[in-house]
């Protein structure tokens, strides 16, 4: 309702007052027409271009994702305007309303330049995890990005921004609870600020794990939960389709000669997990959909035993799905496994709203789902559908690169290469006198010429050149001190990562990356379809907005007008 219609209605109001309060009815529910936001939950899900619920429609029932776009307002054109299209990146982005060259998490990994070694995003020593039982087994880490980790420890203290949690608690005298889980350590995280506590999925044992510095021991809830070991009833059992086959869009898509089998997973349904032996089976676990299923089942626990949504403050919940993104890295965008993954999704998300309205109200709570990132489709999907085009292999680029510095002097110029970004050795420059400006330029020239490479632009020059959309979405991307010294970007729909890590990678800069929902429900929320473009940077400032806060002290984005109307 506009405030010039509440205005016109003012006087027949006042005129009811009197035959209302005879009747019992308290003048504050006309007064207050909002229901009070008591809970603030934050959904998303990993990986979820902003096609696939389209999509996927026939498949989903009407409690999960259609109730959110029935009842609340969806935006069908939402993009991410940095260029490396990353989980922490997209993560932090929601969570502060701020770009990465502002929140400063430019990527999965990146050079710690004192150091002089890789690292990973979130990794501190300072932070260990805290253990959940006496011995525990290394599960088998399969995420890229988690093997370069130097330390098991893991915090936020790398943000360089505050998310909306962090303002809530500021906001609220510290009353308001915040809360991050997920499958994922970085997606929980980074959502929980540096003042929330997280909680995320352990590949070693299945458990929920937290660090040092969040807690000094863990809750007595979160013990219990752990103690009942949910993830190792799934050892020797099945993966399979849980809908007539029928059923499904892409059930011709299951069995493709470049799909991944995952330590005996399979390519097909039904995938085998592991027994209880086989470390592998709590990684598995995370690549199929039972990992969203206990992340919702834990969420659940949490609500109860930590009191949210009862106080008299807003608390704040962030569950972070990394399923379907799982699968995807694995078997996809366009597979069976994604499919199935999204469906079950959508069932165990209805569960949750059910859960959430029984213990909350969910007229008392403000929703917001999105994703970190889109997700493209494989080279080889995309060449069998007509359209050619294939992988650039990394070591390649690397050998172009070397050989343009050498053709100037510089023996072997790179230090490393993690997509997106070339990291040159400054020393070896400095050694032999020359201008890193000017090797720069050459290398990223002789890179760019490489097939399946859109653009190689030096970062040092990036403020000097003219703002294409790609020029700005890099620029976006740039941390003075933790991007590298060349941004590398492929052309759409080519594959540009470690050859056998993974069969597809997002992180590219095109729309189908980009490209994520944003779908708002709560308290004055229209139900109503908006097509004109927004960016996930404007969630926080709307989240902050609809409280009556001051934006996250970093954030760039803008409140959306329909969240606060
Ligand atoms: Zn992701």
Redesign the pocket.
Known sequence: MHSSEVNSMRPYVVGCMLSLSVLGISANLLADEKPQIRLVLQITV??LRGDLLNRYQAGLGKDGFQYLMKKGTTYTNAHYQHANT??IV??ATLATGANPSQHGLIGNVWFDREAKELSYNIEDPDAPILPTREESTEGDQVDPAQKLARTKGRSPVVMLAPTFGDGLVAYNGGRSKVFGVSS?DR?AVAMAGQVGKAFWYSTDNGDFVTSKYYYDEYPEWVQAWNAERKAEKYAGTKWELSAPESSYLLIEQDDRPYEMDLKGFGRTFPHSFGDGDNKALYTQILFSSVGDELLADFAKELIVNEKLGKGVFPDYLSVSF?GV?AVSHFFGTSSLENEETVRVLDNTLADFLKFVDKKVGLKHTLIVLS???GNPDMPEYMTEQGYTVGRVDPEELVAVANKAGDELGVNEVVRFFYRPYLYLDEEKIAAAGLDPVKIEARVAEAVTEMEGIEIAVSTKQLAAQEGTLLLEQIRRNHHPIRSGDIYVAQSPYWFLFDEGAIANM?GSPWRYDTHVPIIFVGPGIEAQKVHRQVHPVDVAPSLAAALGMSPPAAAQGQPLKEVLE
């Open positions: 990993d990986g990353e989980t997209g993560h994922k997606s990394s993104d994703a970190d990132h997002h």
